[in-house]
């Protein structure tokens, strides 16, 4: 990957519905070099998808919460993960280190749906208890950083 592979996955990640001509134009480059180099990218794994954000507010997703995840001294962390996976209001899970195997991200409609998602998640084999932040407000998520050229080496 070069700079120009960075400059265009910067720019498809601002705008991610960009043409190739668009893109061209921001990275110098032409329109099928530019189809041909996120091609590679696509092929490669380092593009893995193209997706609409939404505001959850507006779908009806206005409870967020980060909740951790304690294991049990049994657990075993890929099948609380898979559990965890099968959760329709969990959003993200992230294997963490500390006293918490996971957290993940939960969005539900209210507070009393909170609550029953908690419910049910300390009832996965393998959790041992839970730890919830509520988020008041989200003051930006989800946005693009540019990836960076590597620093050379001192050699």
Known sequence: MDALDRQII?????????????????VGLSASAVHERVGKLES???????????????????VTALVGIHPSDTADDDEVAAALARLPEVES????????????????ATVDDLERTLV?????????????TVVL???????????????PRAE
């Not at 899970?93 to 539900?108: H, I, L, M, P, W």
């Not at 009832?123 to 730890?131: H, P, S």
């Not at 407000?137 to 620093?151: D, H, I, L």
């Open 137 to 151: 407000s989200t003051r930006f998520e989800g946005r693009p950083n540019s990836p960076e050229e590597p620093a």
């Open 10 to 26: 910067a720019a498809l990640r601002t705008n991610g519905r960009a043409t190739y001509a668009d893109l061209g134009r921001q």
């Open 120 to 132: 049910r998640l300390r009832r996965i084999d393998g959790v041992a208890r839970t730890n919830t």
């Open 93 to 108: 899970c992230y294997a963490v280190a500390g006293d918490e195997a996971f957290v993940v991200k939960v969005r539900v």
């Open 44 to 62: 490669s794994g380092v593009i893995t998808g193209y997706h609409a954000v939404v505001d959850p507010r507006l779908v009806g997703l206005g």
